[in-house]
């Protein structure tokens, strides 16, 4: 069982869209990263949030980190083919060294 | 400005041969991390780094083993291949410790993808 717990695994939706992706963990982390990774490459930073209750936005993604630092959602707005992907979430637990990462959602906007 | 540098791309080995990977950074951070990438399981951390000539176990560390003699540079050894490291590796950096908050942004390579038959 892993420490973070994505849902839902996989998303097709059509251009235009909105959705809402969740990462869930029963533990606390001391601060939350949402990765997008595009085939064949490593995945890239899009946010890093570090207070509870904190909500960032980037252009159509918003992001959310909850009150008890235990979960967090990604909603993308009018969805393009170019958000097409694999989002990642991450986060370390307490002063710890190491990074957990999410199970990941798997997200194809179709034209 | 290479970023983080993987070798190779891809390899294939039979059971029980063995393999280095090298991971190279050229943006001298501190943190180095080893994964690998399954379906459905996002990245699980194998092995890590917080400098030079440290090494430390992640999550899945069986069968692999480390090096970091060099600040920029972090090796990944399978010194006897198993079916069951058939996987895409990547290794990645950072500047800050993983709990530095908004500094922790790490870095990541192209992967190598790794078949053992």
């Known amino acids: 069982t892993q420490l973070l717990e994505q849902s839902p695994q996989f998303l097709s939706i059509q251009e235009g869209e909105n959705l809402t992706v969740y990462c869930n963990s029963s533990?606390?982390?001391?601060?939350l990263q949402w990765y997008r990774q595009e085939p064949g490459e490593g995945p890239v930073l899009l946010v890093t949030?570090?207070?509870?209750?904190e909500v960032k936005k980037l252009k159509r993604l918003t992001f959310q980190f909850g009150d008890a630092r235990k979960d967090s959602s990604l909603h993308i707005t009018a969805a393009q083919p170019g958000d097409t992907g694999l989002y990642l979430c991450?986060?370390?637990?307490?002063?710890?060294?190491?990074?957990?990462f999410g199970t990941g959602t798997s997200l194809t906007v179709i034209p | 400005n290479a970023g983080v540098t993987q070798t190779p791309k891809f390899r294939v080995l039979k059971t029980g041969q063995s393999m280095t990977l090298l991971c190279a950074q050229d943006?001298?951070?501190?943190?180095m991390y080893w994964y690998r990438q399954d379906p459905g399981m996002g990245l699980r951390l194998i092995h890590y780094?917080?400098?030079?000539?440290?090494?430390a176990k992640g999550e899945v560390p069986d069968g692999y083993n480390v090096s970091r003699l060099k600040k920029q540079n972090f090796l990944l050894g399978l010194e006897s291949a198993a079916p069951s490291q058939t996987s895409v590796y990547f290794c990645?950096?950072?500047?800050?410790?993983?709990?530095?908050?908004?500094?922790?942004?790490?870095?990541f390579g192209p992967g190598t993808r790794l078949t053992v038959l």
């Open positions: 990645a950096s950072s500047y800050s410790p993983p709990s530095g908050g908004l500094y922790n942004e790490q870095f």
């Open positions: 533990s606390v982390f001391s601060s």
């Open positions: 949030v570090v207070t509870g209750g």
């Open positions: 991450a986060g370390p637990l307490g002063t710890g060294n190491q990074f957990y």
């Open positions: 943006m001298n951070h501190e943190y």
């Open positions: 780094s917080v400098g030079e000539g440290t090494t």
